[in-house]
């Protein structure tokens, strides 16, 4: 895979500047079908693995230049591991955590939501809905270590769910916010 390359560059002038690492099989120049222009990058394959071996050190040592501006080469990779390094590269930038937006989510007609009654449905639907349109609030995000717990039974204690969630690892920190309302009927 090879980046960074300028925008007038010809398929020509990527093998000429590759060459020197010896016998090149392709050179696939990526172009965005809207724009209908060059995007920049390639994909270049040598026709022995020991080529692209050297080319890919030397770049590490001695960075490749083409018109003044340093060329990025790594190794390509299939369209499977692509995707994967795509949406781990998104968890990764996720500074507002919203991958674990969907932890806990229970969806009607799956073996998760068999025995949980119509009612407890809805509050979770509903509960859902409201996360939702709050992380719509780019100033609101998941926490990573922060858990909420629903539908406690009314006389459970600070100190008894702090037991039970040391079972799992560290509890710095209980706090049980009641809908004190609710909670007398």
Avoid: W
């Amino acid at each position: 895979f090879i980046g960074n390359l300028p925008f007038d560059i010809e398929k020509d002038n990527i093998e000429a500047a590759f060459a020197i690492f010896g016998p090149i099989k392709y050179v696939r120049m990526v172009f965005d079908k809207e724009k209908d222009r060059f995007k920049g990058i390639a994909f270049l394959q040598y026709k022995e693995k020991c080529d692209a071996d050297s080319c890919l050190s030397r770049s590490e040592v001695q960075p490749i230049c083409i018109k003044s501006r340093t060329i990025a080469v790594k190794r390509a990779v299939d369209g499977q591991s692509y995707l994967s390094l795509v949406i781990l590269q998104k968890i990764l930038k996720d500074t507002r955590n919203l991958h674990l937006a969907m932890e806990g989510v229970i969806k009607d007609g799956t073996s998760a939501a068999e025995g949980v009654s119509k009612t407890d449905m809805m509050k979770r639907k509903l509960a859902f809905k409201a996360k939702k349109k709050k992380l719509k609030n780019v100033n609101h995000f998941v926490s990573r270590d922060r858990l909420c717990i629903r539908n406690m039974p009314a006389k459970f204690g600070e100190s008894e769910l702090k037991k039970l969630m040391a079972k799992y690892g560290h509890v710095r920190q209980v706090k049980i916010m009641r809908d004190i309302q609710h909670a007398k009927q």
